[in-house]
């Protein structure tokens, strides 16, 4: 009798190891299967120097200073260097104004670079900010911001997002048409090469001027950018989401019919 017990534990301990085998198996192939964002961190949306669509603004700023706090740690920015650098370059200052007969305090500014070999590049990353908030001008429903700080790019330009209960939905930049060459080939290295067409455009003095108009679509994002706009003397850019497009359209159709309940 103990014979058979023993072998059928053997069967059943052999039974059910196959069947652990399975089960293990089928586990680490829907890993591979499934994509890491649909249960894991939630998927990046597009982002457009440093701002990204669909994400609370406030949010973005708060991550982002976060961040460079936790790549920054162990370095003083305003020294460019780590703290052992820092504590060199401090003692060659403190000695070389002593030289020159003038006091040295730790506030003053390093003039020598010799004991910063150790240059941390985040010292030069910034997070974007927001000068203004109010309602959008021109688009009923949308709040409107504008936005400083933002990653250099070698054009002065003017940049605005409107937001939808909360979140980045558009973003408007505007500058000088004299860089709408220049920064078209920046989009162009970054998005491809845009289906483009021709127009022409007239100032107040209806002198006639050539625009050129491309546009981009990345998924739900479209991209459209102008080399002439406003008053002509401005080039433009616009990213606006599909979330955007449909919201406006639900706006703009509350306040047409909200100004004709007052007729």
């Given at each position: 009798m103990g014979k058979v017990k023993r072998i059928y534990h053997l069967i059943f301990s052999w039974t059910v190891g196959i069947e652990m085998?399975?089960?293990?198996?089928?586990?680490?192939?829907?890993?591979?299967?499934?994509?890491?964002?649909?249960?894991?961190?939630?998927?990046?949306?597009?982002?457009?120097?440093?701002i990204q669509l669909g994400v609370d603004l406030n949010q973005q700023i708060k991550d982002c200073n976060e961040n460079l706090k936790i790549k920054n740690q162990g370095f003083d920015c305003r020294y460019k260097c780590g703290p052992k650098e820092k504590e060199r370059g401090e003692k060659r200052e403190r000695e070389r104004m002593e030289t020159l007969g003038r006091y040295y305090t730790p506030e003053s500014p390093l003039t020598s670079t010799k004991d910063c070999g150790v240059?941390?590049?985040?010292?030069?990353?910034?997070?974007?900010?927001?000068?203004?908030?109010?309602?959008s001008p021109v688009q009923s429903g949308f709040d409107f911001a504008s936005i400083t700080d933002l990653p250099k790019i070698g054009i002065g330009v003017n940049t605005y997002v409107y937001l939808y209960e909360g979140k980045v939905e558009k973003i408007e930049e505007s500058f000088g048409w004299m860089w709408s060459g220049k920064y078209l080939e920046l989009l162009t290295a970054k998005y491809g090469k845009p289906k483009t067409s021709v127009t022409i455009v007239k100032n107040r003095m209806n002198a006639k001027f050539r625009n050129v108009e491309s546009r981009w679509v990345k998924g739900d994002v479209t991209i459209y950018f102008s080399s002439r706009c406003g008053e002509v003397d401005q080039a433009c850019l616009t990213i606006e989401s599909k979330k955007f497009r449909e919201a406006a359209k639900k706006e703009t159709i509350k306040a047409q019919k909200k100004n004709a309940d007052r007729l």
């Open positions: 085998k399975k089960i293990i198996s089928a586990v680490i192939l829907l890993a591979l299967i499934i994509p890491q964002n649909s249960y894991g961190q939630e998927k990046k949306g597009f982002s457009f120097r440093g240059y941390n590049e985040v010292c030069e990353e910034k997070c974007f900010s927001i000068s203004l908030v109010m309602p």
